[in-house]
């Protein structure tokens, strides 16, 4: 698996004089097979930093890597081999007149992979769905059903990097222990490097080594798991987020 | 015992064309107390908020009683309904961005309030507003008086909103998921504040919500829902002694910061749990 490296990002919406700079200059490593967070308020920046090294948004500045090899030389073909992304709202991000056959299918047919089939069983299995959901559409799922099938769509070309947006915000607490759960041990199994934002600090602690906190486009401290109760952060917003989330889970 | 400000018995809700009813035989009664109502989505806890209220046109509500103080909600006419609805029992809904008129200023529709219910001049009920911001603790309330929903921040617009639901001094208030749309940071603030004006005004609280944490802090009493029924009623500091498996596993589902990253323990759903409970208060 590969690592991600992140070096003076730089992103601005608009043009001109009305130009927002919502990130002035990140920069950040994620070794192979971490699992890093992204935590921060709304508006923060997170997810658009997501959106950068997916390249869903091409107008940045600066440099990110995977594998030593940044991601704006690769084709598309190339790029979606190295990095995947699943999407906070299972509700939205699935096409809701296609079915997770297709869904499933489409990637591999355009990668021109074979076996498609197999890939196809092996993805539901993977997620820990049965083979015979590939018929259903999107409306004939739970939540949690549906957010496992988008990852499964993630896993069928076999990524290195997956790119989690609040995959368990729009989920029950239930369900996203389910997803939590199959997450851990899919990065167990095929040593995935996750980037993952949430907003929820008892998530990333269950599943990240370490996590940047962001404010306002920039990265104010990378935190180790251990600094959210052994109380190492230094930078003041860091310390009233980690303050606040523990105040909220210990009972006043 | 003080007299309660709701008595709900046997409540069952209904849509229209649904194979099933939504809400099954609940029952409680709420005094002057704090009331968490928890479950999953699709558990029946909204529905239950907005059939107090009468706001579910599309819904046959039955109940063996509905009594809010001296009105029988059953058999309100709309024109009562009117007269209850943002004056004796109001609701804070939980996106303040959609919840919000986007083209009136914050604080004209916080004045709106007040002008609807009570006889008063319009700068008497601006003084009101204004008051009332205060008390919500924004500290420039003329500044946000005029600013308009977009321009306000979310744990700003919600406290508008409270300020907009506590004005006409209620009896009894639904909060539902007052808070998930807001930042950590924010989100204490903004219940602590509606938590000591619900609390000194002496007003009821029906905490609708989907998280535990919350409902552990700020409620007195907990009614766990599941599949439309109540599957059981605690005292929200008693939570962790929780009886019932699906009160038990959705606290263990829970991820805690410091926790041993074990794989969660995930819900084994029985088909009992949907059936009716021998024993629950």
């Known amino acids: 698996m590969k690592p991600v490296k992140v070096e003076n990002l730089s992103m601005s919406f608009g043009v001109g004089e009305a130009a927002v700079k919502v990130l002035p200059d990140v920069s950040f490593d994620v070794a192979a097979g971490e699992c890093f967070g992204l935590v921060g308020e709304s508006g923060s920046g997170k997810s658009t930093i997501l959106l950068c090294v997916a390249m869903l948004l091409s107008t940045w500045g600066g440099r990110i890597s995977i594998g030593g090899q940044p991601v704006r030389d690769m084709s598309v073909m190339e790029r979606c081999r190295n990095l995947q992304m699943v999407f906070q709202d299972p509700y939205g991000s699935l096409h809701p007149r296609q079915s997770v056959r297709t869904a499933l299918s489409e990637p591999i047919r355009i990668h021109k992979l074979g076996d498609m089939d197999d890939r196809m069983a092996q993805a539901m299995t993977d997620v820990g769905l049965p083979v015979s959901f590939l018929d259903r559409f999107p409306h004939q799922l739970s939540g949690g059903q549906r957010q496992r099938v988008a990852i499964a769509r993630a896993l069928i070309l076999e990524p290195h990097v997956l790119l989690l947006d609040e995959p368990t915000s729009a989920l029950d607490v239930s369900v996203q222990a389910e997803i939590l759960n199959l997450l851990q041990r899919l990065r167990e199994e095929k040593g995935f490097t996750y980037l993952m934002v949430s907003h929820d600090l008892a998530v990333v602690d269950h599943m990240c080594d370490r996590f940047a906190v962001m404010q306002h486009g920039v990265v104010t401290e990378v935190l180790g798991r251990d600094a959210i109760l052994g109380g190492t952060a230094t930078h003041p917003y860091a310390r009233q987020l980690i303050e606040a989330s523990l105040a909220y889970e210990n009972a006043m | ?281």
């Open chain 2, 1 to 281: 015992m003080e007299t309660p400000i709701l008595e709900v018995e046997d409540l069952s809700i209904h849509y229209r064309g649904a194979p099933q009813p939504a809400v099954r035989n609940v029952s409680f009664t709420l005094g002057r107390e704090r009331l968490g109502i928890v479950g999953e989505s699709g558990s029946g806890k909204s529905t239950v908020g907005r059939a107090l209220l009468k706001l579910l046109p599309t819904a046959d509500i039955t109940a063996k009683r509905l009594q809010f103080g001296e009105t029988d909600l059953l058999n309100a006419t709309e024109k009562q309904m009117l007269d209850i609805r943002g004056n004796r029992m109001s609701m804070i809904l939980q996106d303040p961005k959609f919840s919000l008129n986007p083209i009136r200023r914050c604080g004209e529709q916080i004045a709106e309030a007040y002008l609807t219910h009570f006889r008063c001049s319009k700068r008497e009920a601006k003084e009101r507003a204004l008051a009332m911001l205060e008390a919500v603790q924004i500290r420039d309330p003329h500044l946000v008086y005029n600013r308009y929903p977009h321009e306000v921040s979310g744990g700003m617009g919600q406290r508008i909103m409270i300020a907009m639901m506590l004005l006409a001094e209620p009896r009894l208030v639904i909060a539902d998921e007052p808070t998930s749309a807001l930042d950590v940071t924010v989100r204490l603030e903004v219940l602590k504040i509606l938590d000591d004006l619900v609390r000194e005004k002496g007003i009821g609280l029906i905490m609708i919500s989907h998280d535990l944490n919350l409902v552990r802090n700020f409620c007195d009493r907990v009614l766990i829902m599941y599949a439309g029924r109540v599957v059981e009623t605690l005292n929200a500091a008693e939570l962790d002694r929780a009886q019932h498996p699906y009160t038990r596993g959705l606290l263990a589902a829970q991820p805690r910061i410091g926790g041993n990253r074990q794989p969660l323990p995930v819900l084994d759903r029985r088909p009992e749990w949907s059936q009716p409970m021998e024993g629950t208060a």
